[in-house]
């Protein structure tokens, strides 16, 4: 991503996934906004190839604000980390803003994360949610990718798909090249300079989330796997106390069988090898998961892939 000549202050990126109902009136909001605080702006919308008809809705905002509104649509589902790296890499601005396309975060709320950006000078300022208005399978699944982030990065607060970021940061994110792409490893990777501000997060209006159970597990296992290597030292750690568990065992059955004479039975066999033999699975299925990413790798797999640009 090349610095832009224009002079814009902000990009606003809106990753856009069956949300026809909700576009028009989140243009007109961002743009008050903006009016209001007197900053130019311009909004990227990234439409990744949902089924109802956001992307006609997306036409018409574009033909009526031709200046301010870039819209693209990607040839199938990438994703929403995915859609904002394919909106990053055409943004303009100065600095970047990515929000939801479903106004549960409301779009004046902006207005704060540039307060705390211009206070904290900070590379990297989060939203981060008051109330979490989602459904209850929504509130684990946020809560287990919550921890699991913690957990890797060693970070304090919470992490939300809210966030200004400065120009100089977002344009690191070019150079990563795994087609799975997580915004915010990726971004905790590069700085440490993070500021934090609490936001209002609304009731969903229309439809529901297009993240599921599955997507959630989906993400936490990418989450483990793409940026730590904790499987494969948890795999070594248990085959250690494995190893000592199973040595103990077998000088127990040998002395029992010098000493007592007692019969080492056919059961005793059978367990020990259906243990070792599903402890080696175990390790070979880790291994494997991992070796399946470095061969996406290799084979150069898209982050993304665009039908058409406006």
Same mark, same amino acid.
């Given at each position: ?37 007197n900053r130019t702006f311009e909004i990227i919308f990234v439409e990744d190839c949902g089924v109802d008809k ?112 400065e120009y100089e940061l977002a344009s690191k994110l070019s150079n990563h090249k ?64 494995? /190893? %000592? *568990?199973?040595? &103990?065992?077998? =000088?127990?059955?040998? !002395?029992?069988?010098? +000493?007592?004479? @007692?019969?080492?039975?056919?059961? /005793? %066999? *059978?367990?020990? &090898?259906?243990? =070792?033999?599903?402890? !080696?699975?175990?390790? +070979?299925?880790? @291994? ?5 990413? %470095? ?13 058409? +640009?406006?």
């Amino acid at each position: 991503m090349e610095k832009a000549e224009n002079n814009l202050d902000f990009t606003v990126i809106v990753p856009v996934y069956n949300s026809e109902k909700t576009l028009e009136e989140l243009y007109q909001r961002i743009q008050n906004t903006f009016s209001k605080l007197n900053r130019t702006f311009e909004i990227i919308f990234v439409e990744d190839c949902g089924v109802d008809k956001s992307w006609e809705v997306l036409c018409r905002i574009k033909s009526k604000n031709p200046n301010s509104v870039t819209i693209i649509k990607l040839a199938r589902n990438f994703g929403q980390h995915n859609a904002i790296l394919c909106g990053i890499r055409y943004s303009r601005g100065k600095y970047v803003i990515t929000i939801d396309d479903d106004l549960q975060i409301p779009p004046e709320e902006i207005e704060k994360l540039i307060n705390e950006y211009e206070k904290s000078k900070s590379e990297l300022v989060y939203g981060i949610y008051k109330n979490r208005k989602q459904k209850f399978y929504r509130n684990i699944g946020s809560l287990l990718i919550q921890l699991i982030f913690k957990w890797l990065f060693k970070n304090k607060s919470e992490i939300t798909s809210f966030r200004l970021i400065e120009y100089e940061l977002a344009s690191k994110l070019s150079n990563h090249k795994q087609s799975f792409v997580f915004l915010d490893g990726l971004l905790h990777w590069y700085t440490k300079y993070i500021s934090y501000v609490p936001v209002n997060h609304l009731e969903r209006k229309y439809g529901k989330s297009g993240y599921n159970l599955k997507k959630l597990i989906k993400l936490g296992s990418n989450l483990i796997f793409n940026f730590s290597t904790i499987p494969l030292r948890t795999m070594i750690f248990l085959g250690f106390i494995f /190893s %000592i *568990i199973t040595f &103990i065992l077998g =000088v127990i059955f040998i !002395i029992r069988k010098i +000493i007592f004479d @007692v019969p080492i039975g056919f059961t /005793s %066999i *059978i367990v020990s &090898i259906f243990f =070792v033999g599903s402890v !080696i699975l175990m390790v +070979i299925g880790v @291994v494997g998961e991992y070796i399946s990413r %470095i061969f996406a790798l290799q084979n150069d797999k898209p982050q993304f892939s665009i039908k058409e +640009i406006k």
